[in-house]
C-alpha cells in the first residue's frame, strides 16, 4: 500500500499558476509512475499528466504547452506546474501512484484548483 499526500491546490485568477505537490510513501517500487488526474463537477476523472520514474511523460492534449510535470526519485515526489490557468482546469486533482510489483494503483485525497476571477 502506498499513501500520498497532496499539497499546492487553491484559488487563483485566469492566467496564473499553481505547483502541485505530491508525497508517495510506504511500498514504492523502484519502477513506477506518477502522476495527476482531474474530475469537474459532473465530469469523469481525466489524465492531466503522468511520469515514469524512468522519465517519460504523457499530458492531456488540453494542458500541453501550459502544464508540466515532474519528479524527484530520491524523495517520491511528484510535482505539477500549471501556468496560464484557465477557467475550465477548475476541478478536484489528484494524485496517483501505479506500479506492476508490489502495489498497484493508489490515489491521493484529492486538492482543490479553482480558477476565477
Known amino acids: 500500500q502506498v499513501q500520498l499526500v497532496e499539497s499546492g491546490g487553491g484559488l487563483v485568477q485566469p492566467g496564473g499558476s499553481l505547483r502541485l505537490s505530491c508525497a508517495a510513501s510506504?511500498?514504492?517500487?523502484?519502477?513506477?509512475?506518477m502522476g495527476w488526474y482531474r474530475q469537474a463537477p459532473g465530469k469523469e476523472r481525466e489524465l492531466v499528466a503522468s511520469?515514469?520514474?524512468?522519465?517519460?511523460?504523457n499530458y492531456a492534449d488540453s494542458v500541453k504547452g501550459r502544464f508540466t510535470i515532474s519528479r524527484d526519485n530520491a524523495k517520491n515526489t511528484v510535482y505539477l506546474q500549471m501556468n496560464s490557468l484557465k477557467s475550465e482546469d477548475t476541478a478536484v486533482y489528484y494524485c496517483?501512484?501505479?506500479?506492476?510489483?508490489?502495489?498497484?494503483?493508489?490515489w491521493g485525497q484529492g486538492t482543490q484548483v479553482t480558477v476565477s476571477s
Open positions: 511520469m515514469h520514474s524512468a522519465g517519460s511523460t
Open positions: 510506504g511500498r514504492i517500487f523502484s519502477r513506477n509512475r
Open positions: 496517483m501512484y501505479s506500479d506492476y510489483v508490489l502495489s498497484g494503483t493508489s
